[in-house]
């Protein structure tokens, strides 16, 4: 069975060219892109890459000892896998280091089609016990998988130990209170869906607007807060706004607060995790300059056996807040 035995690859999000550089040039061992359409989970506008820059980002990451890795991570459309398919194929044809994959179709296609291009288990494929991954690996020779942000440390470790290929976990950024990404929510309120259109609240849905000296942000024809002259105002999504029930005005279904892992980066690496991964795509240079330089500065005290530097992230995380998540499930 696989267990890591060298020190945790740092996976980057890059949503356009230049945050791809700025991801390698800050630390990243591995930057994660998607093409500039529906076949990737961050299908928003003016992201993405077209198979022009993704072939020049290839170039620029290995030049820099990088990997490039190509998210082609929603659910096609039936009767239409054209689209997913040709992402597959480009993905191979470009040098990609690896794709991350969560259909199970088009894991069969680019196991069948190209046995030598290296396959990654997406999040989105909810693969949370070492029976599920099996399968993944057995059938479709995937490497690596990406596990659900739902698991503890120790059942990660667990599970490590228990299957033949590489675990990554989420180490930084946003979380969601459904089965990683899928969203029955958004895609009430706005009628795309996050796993088949690679959108949670589309910005073409997301309005601003001052009432009575607050500041409300809608989702559609939701209204999703209110905030008054001085709060952090989060982008609106359903999970994380402000309703009013009996209870009283407040985040029914999650407060707004980043997962931030540094401090558990020890018992990561004990748990024989082979990487860490970064949420962002959607995010801006100086959030992944950030998160980046800080991982790898905490990443390089840790393989030299030093206590790792106290920087903050507060600024730049959701709500101003972070947080262990699942990892520690405190709650139990």
């Not at 999000?13 to 591995?30: F, Q, S």
Request: net charge neutral; proline share 5%.
């Amino acid at each position: 069975m696989t267990r890591n035995a060298g020190p945790l690859e740092l996976i980057c999000p890059a949503g356009t060219p230049a945050a791809l550089r700025t991801a390698v040039e800050a630390g990243a061992d591995a930057v994660y892109c998607g093409f500039r359409d529906e076949t990737n989970a961050r299908n928003f506008p003016g992201l993405n890459f077209s198979c022009e820059e993704m072939r020049e980002g290839i170039a620029f990451a290995h030049r820099h000892d990088a990997k490039l890795l190509i998210a082609i991570n929603t659910f096609p459309r039936a009767g239409d896998l054209g689209p997913w398919q040709r992402a597959v194929d480009n993905a191979a044809a470009l040098g990609a280091d690896a794709i991350i994959l969560a259909d199970i179709g088009l894991l069969a296609y680019a196991a069948e089609r190209h046995p030598r291009l290296r396959l990654h288990l997406s999040v989105q494929a909810a693969a949370a016990n070492a029976d599920a991954v099996a399968f993944y690996v057995k059938e479709f020779g995937v490497k690596r998988v990406v596990l659900p942000r739902v698991l503890s440390v120790p059942e990660i470790a667990a599970m490590t130990g228990a299957v033949a290929c590489e675990t990554e976990v989420f180490a930084f950024g946003g979380l969601c209170v459904m089965t990683e990404g899928r969203c029955s929510l958004s895609s009430y309120a706005t009628g795309k869906s996050p796993n088949m259109n690679g959108v949670c609240s589309p910005a073409s849905h997301v309005s601003y607007g001052e009432e009575n000296g607050y500041l409300v942000s809608r989702l559609g024809d939701f209204t999703i807060d209110r905030a008054a002259a001085g709060e952090p105002v989060g982008y609106p999504t359903l999970c994380k706004g402000r309703f009013k029930t009996s209870f009283g005005i407040g985040h029914i279904f999650e407060d707004p607060v980043s997962l931030d892992v540094r401090t558990l980066l020890p018992a990561l690496r004990d748990a024989g995790v082979s990487a860490l991964k970064i949420e962002g795509r959607q995010r801006s240079r100086a959030y992944v300059r950030s998160v980046v330089s800080a991982f790898r500065a905490s990443l390089d005290a840790l393989a030299r056996g030093e206590t790792a530097p106290q920087t903050t992230l507060t600024a730049i995380t959701e709500g101003q807040s972070a947080t262990c998540g699942a990892y520690l499930k405190t709650w139990r």
